[in-house]
């Protein structure tokens, strides 16, 4: 989650109804997603199919694959792993889930406004079916030419469907994924999706969050298999480990929580670095190092 986002948004001109009001997925609309789990890293790509009508509603059908690689076993694979079906108004983004409707984004909210969010994966053995975020935040910013709205989100305190930081009129979430996804204590290693890495369409152009060089690249593992970077242990209780090769001058090291807020950030000196992590609340993290001409990410486990 490095270059944390270059922050944007934008006011565009709507109308009252729906057809010309979908101002988002349109034709062509296409999203890269970073994911980091553990060994394996790549990037989740979404794009839009068309419409379907589900309750006499013309949603966007949009379509989600991966691409992962293993990095234990040096092996990529692609994953299908399934559609959504969203539309939208003036103000408000709606996913279609749990035979209804939720508005997903809402560009009218204000600071202290708090949004119901649904599941995104069938958990229901675990977790709620409903999570709810609230919103912290609000502005515009110019991206492309245009200016667009954002909201600033974070999860409520128990809930167990979450969306967080900022969220974008037209590009959807930032910091975090599209979709909804469970927390660390609801259930381990079945996160879909992790932050944007690219939005773009047709009218709109491309958007680059500049957390990959490019929007389909296997992040740092072309990196980690050459500089022969080593993080460990994973889970970390205190010290965490980090070797770095000759390669990396001083890369600067920082560390994020699951809001996407740093926690941490260093410049590391010498090829085996300590550093002590026991100040941190026990959860998920992600790392980063870069110096320039290499980056790196990682998520770990602090406990």
């Known amino acids: 989650m490095k270059r944390l986002i ?54 966007r059908i949009l379509e989600k694959r991966g691409v992962i690689r293993n990095l234990e076993f040096d092996t990529t694979y692609y994953r299908y792993i399934g559609k959504e079906f969203m539309f939208s108004n003036a103000d408000k983004v709606y996913l279609f889930a749990n035979n209804k409707f939720y508005p997903l984004y809402d560009f009218t909210s204000m600071p202290g406004d708090t949004l119901v969010i649904p599941q995104n994966d069938d958990l229901l053995e675990w977790c709620d079916t409903e999570g709810k975020i609230i919103v912290t935040d609000t ?15 974070q999860p409520i305190e128990g809930t167990h469907w979450a969306i967080y930081g900022e969220i974008i009129e037209k590009i959807g979430p930032i910091n975090s ?34 957390m990959a060089p490019e929007c ?24 965490l480990h980090i070797h770095i090769p000759e390669e990396m001058d001083r890369p600067k090291f920082e560390v994020f929580n699951s809001k996407g807020q740093k926690v941490l950030s260093t410049v590391l000196e010498m090829s085996m670095n300590r550093l002590n992590l026991s100040s941190l609340i026990p959860g998920l993290y992600a790392l980063t190092l870069e110096d320039g001409t290499h980056f790196y990410s990682k998520l770990i486990v602090v406990k």
Request: proline share 6%; glycine share 8%; aromatic share 14%.
């Open 216 to 239: 389909d690249y296997l992040v740092s593992i072309l990196e980690l298999e050459e500089n022969r970077i080593k993080i460990f242990p994973n889970p970390c209780a205190e010290n």
């Open 6 to 59: 270059l922050i944007l948004s934008l006011v565009v001109v709507f109308s009252g109804s729906q057809s010309k009001a979908q101002n988002w997925a349109p034709d062509g609309a296409e999203w890269y997603y970073d994911y980091v789990n553990f060994w394996y890293e790549g990037y989740i790509h979404i794009k839009v199919l068309g419409d379907t009508m589900i309750h006499d509603t013309t949603c």
């Open 177 to 210: 994924y599209m979709l909804p996804e469970p927390d660390w204590a609801c259930v381990v290693d079945l996160f879909e999706g992790g932050p944007l890495r690219c939005y773009s369409d047709p009218q709109f152009g491309l958007y680059n969050t500049g």
């Open 139 to 153: 502005g515009s910013e110019l991206v492309n030419g245009q200016y667009l709205r954002k909201i600033v989100v």
